[in-house]
């Protein structure tokens, strides 16, 4: 359960994301259209610099406040707002954040409007200036732009920053999913067929069960790795929520689908816009079968004997 602090902190969030995060903002997102206005909101409200150390905030307040994000899509790259400010400091510029690969940094969330980038490498991280920028999108439209970096200086970051923006996407996606499940909710109490509400038949009374099971799932595993932050288990429960989220989504993002029929696949209703993303974010910083290799691997250097305290401990 959220303290008092954390709880107004995710409230005063969810009313600013209310308002700036609507279906005409993300569709302009689609089209390469910076949210500005949810940006400055977030800046003037202190959203970005709740993980910093000065700030009097839990770390675990930066991903309640990324779920609370997930719920409504936002549109701008908070997660790497929020942690480039942690890693980098306040500095008044734009930083995003991406993954090494070759000469440049890939997959990176608006980078063609970052003034510099945080490149992550084998563990490792280095922060320089954007110098070219070769745009693209994910599969939800959003901005995933590979850029090529200069005037780059190396930074130390001792907290396992490929985990940390692994449980990112998780926390996105336990907050997406739970917008999906009141979605399909409130779909099928609207929709009637045959003179009744869909939701009296019994195959989506079964369906809308199996979300339910599935998000509920998805959050505990979510809520099991951000209890771990700063644990020797960290990685591990990384390893298991985004392996069990990322399996929830496929569930999850079906069956509401099949609930809304045909209306859910068009461009017109809000849910494409948060099931995408369920599917872009459960590929990002790795995707299940990824993070099952390593779970499975850590493991198996445990050893048969070790498991079981393994699983049923949390220490």
Same mark, same amino acid.
């Given at each position: 359960?959220?303290?008092?602090i954390?709880?107004?902190?995710?409230?005063?969030?969810?009313?600013?994301? +209310?308002?700036?995060s609507?279906?005409?903002?993300?569709d302009?997102?689609?089209?390469?259209?910076?949210?500005?206005? !949810?940006?400055d909101?977030?800046?003037e409200?202190?959203f970005?610099?709740?993980?910093?150390?000065?700030?009097g905030?839990a770390?675990?307040?930066? &991903?309640? !406040?990324?779920?609370?994000?997930?719920?409504?899509a936002?549109?701008?790259?908070l997660a790497?707002?929020v942690l +480039?400010?942690?890693?980098?400091?306040e500095?008044g510029?734009?930083?995003?954040?991406g993954?090494?690969e070759?000469?440049?940094?890939a997959?990176v969330?608006?980078?063609?409007?970052?003034?510099r980038v945080?490149?992550?490498?084998?563990?490792?991280?280095?922060i320089?200036h954007?110098?070219?920028?070769?745009?693209?999108?994910?599969i939800?439209?959003?901005?995933? $732009?590979?850029?090529t970096?200069?005037?780059?200086?190396?930074?130390a970051? $001792?907290e396992?920053?490929?985990?940390?923006?692994?449980?990112?996407?998780?926390?996105l996606m336990?907050g997406c999913?739970?917008?999906?499940?009141?979605l399909? !909710?409130?779909?099928?109490?609207?929709?009637?067929?045959?003179?009744r509400?869909?939701?009296? &038949?019994?195959?989506?009374q079964h369906a %809308?069960a199996?979300?339910?099971?599935?998000?509920?799932?998805?959050?505990?595993?979510?809520?099991?790795?951000?209890?771990? %932050?700063?644990?020797?288990?960290?990685?591990q429960?990384?390893?298991?929520?985004?392996?069990?989220?990322?399996?929830a989504?496929?569930i999850v993002?079906?069956?509401?689908?099949?609930?809304?029929?045909?209306m859910?696949f =068009?461009?017109?209703h809000?849910l494409?816009?948060? =099931?995408?993303?369920l599917w872009?974010?459960?590929?990002?910083?790795g995707?299940?079968?990824?993070?099952?290799?390593?779970?499975?691997g850590?493991?198996?250097?445990l050893g048969a004997?070790h498991?079981?305290?393994?699983?049923? =401990?949390?220490?």
């Open positions: 359960m959220m303290n008092e954390t709880q107004m902190l995710v409230d005063s969030a969810a009313r600013m994301f +209310a308002d700036g609507t279906k005409a903002v993300l302009d997102v689609e089209l390469g259209v910076y949210p500005q206005a !949810l940006h909101m977030v800046v409200n202190g970005d610099r709740i993980g910093i150390a000065a700030e905030f770390t675990t307040d930066v &991903f309640e !406040l990324l779920k609370s994000a997930g719920r409504f936002v549109g701008v790259p790497e707002m +480039a400010a942690r890693w980098v400091g500095s510029d734009f930083v995003s954040i993954v090494v070759g000469a440049r940094v997959q969330p608006w980078g063609r409007r970052a003034d945080l490149a992550l490498v084998d563990g490792a991280a280095r320089g954007v110098c070219h920028v070769t745009t693209g999108t994910n939800a439209g959003e901005p995933r $732009d590979t850029v970096l200069e005037a780059v200086e190396e930074i970051v $001792d396992g920053p490929f985990e940390m923006l692994a449980l990112s996407r998780v926390a336990a999913l739970e917008r999906v499940l009141d399909g !909710l409130t779909y099928a109490g609207e929709r009637e067929q045959f003179g509400p869909i939701s009296k &038949f019994q195959a989506i %809308l199996v979300v339910a099971a599935e998000v509920a799932a998805a959050k505990r595993a979510a809520d099991a790795a951000i209890d771990a %932050l700063g644990g020797e288990r960290f990685a429960e990384v390893a298991a929520a985004k392996a069990r989220v990322g399996e989504v496929g993002a079906e069956a509401v689908h099949q609930v809304h029929g045909a859910g =068009t461009h017109e809000e494409h816009h948060f =099931t995408r993303r872009a974010w459960r590929d990002e910083y995707n299940e079968v990824f993070w099952q290799r390593r779970l499975g850590h493991l198996a250097k004997d498991v079981w305290d393994f699983v049923a =401990t949390q220490s």
